[in-house]
């Protein structure tokens, strides 16, 4: 039974910093590549981030230079530290991994943490 449970948002101001966490359980943590995306009101789910299982990380155009995407395979906790925060990365942050097998592809989903940048 596959569970990820984001946590860390909240409100904070322009140009402030929060760090999301998410804690994988019911799945072998290190075989896979964990992402972040986001969801504002409105607008599709967007990749914010990726971190592949051997370390190698992606980021939006967006939000490069400003977030950093890490994994902790000890705690099976995935990371977003996101600094220099604009009201445009206002949005749900959801914690994602892809599953494949044979001729089927699943995305498993947590239940997201809300990030409001406003002064």
């Known amino acids: 039974q596959v569970q990820l449970v984001e946590s860390g948002g909240g409100l904070v101001q322009p140009g402030g910093s929060l760090r999301l966490s998410c804690a994988a359980s019911g799945m072998i943590f290190s075989f896979y590549a964990m992402g972040w995306y986001r969801q504002a009101p409105g607008k599709q789910r967007e990749l914010v981030a990726v971190v592949t299982s051997g370390g190698n990380t992606n980021y939006a155009d967006s939000v490069k230079g400003r977030f950093t995407i890490s994994r902790d395979n000890a705690k099976n906790t995935v990371y977003l530290q996101m600094n220099s925060l604009k009201p445009e990365d206002t949005a749900v942050y959801y914690c994602?991994?892809?599953?494949?097998?044979?001729?089927?592809?699943?995305?498993?989903w947590g239940q997201g943490t809300r990030v409001t940048v406003s002064s």
């Open positions: 994602n991994f892809v599953q494949r097998s044979g001729g089927w592809r699943y995305d498993y």
